[in-house]
Nanobody, 114 residues
Framework: QVQLVEVGGGLVQAGGSLRLSCAAS????????MGWYRQAPGKQRELVAR???????TYADSVKGRFTISRDNAKNTVYLRMDSLEPGDTGVYYC????????WGRGTRVTVSP
């Protein structure tokens, strides 16, 4: 099994920045991808960004140019740097790992005030 623990999140004003991190532990296959989904109130969960173990990345159009995903394979940790935050970025951010199964973190709340 794999456990994911997210750190970061909180309340920030529009235009501000936050950094999320997610550390995975347990039995982790080397070939995996990790990333972040978010769920805004009343909306479906949506992909924000993901990164393969080799480093290739994918971003939602809404966050391109503002968010940066990175990972440290030695630490089994993925990071999400969020700049120029907008109220529309508000939601619960969930870390996931896909490799030998699909695993989720418990989520961390991000609130962006106008």
């Amino acid at each position: 099994q794999v456990q994911l623990v997210e750190v970061g999140g909180g309340l920030v004003q529009a235009g501000g920045s936050l950094r999320l991190s997610c550390a995975a532990s347990g039995t982790i296959v080397s070939n995996n991808n990790m990333g972040w989904y978010r769920q805004a109130p009343g909306k479906q969960r949506e992909l924000v960004a993901r990164i393969e173990s080799g480093g290739s990345t994918t971003y939602a159009d809404s966050v391109k140019g503002r968010f940066t995903i990175s990972r440290d394979n030695a630490k089994n940790t993925v990071y999400l740097r969020m700049d120029s935050l907008e109220p529309g970025d508000t939601g619960v951010y969930y870390c996931y790992l896909y490799g030998g199964g699909l695993y989720w973190g418990r989520g961390t709340r991000v609130t962006v005030s106008p």
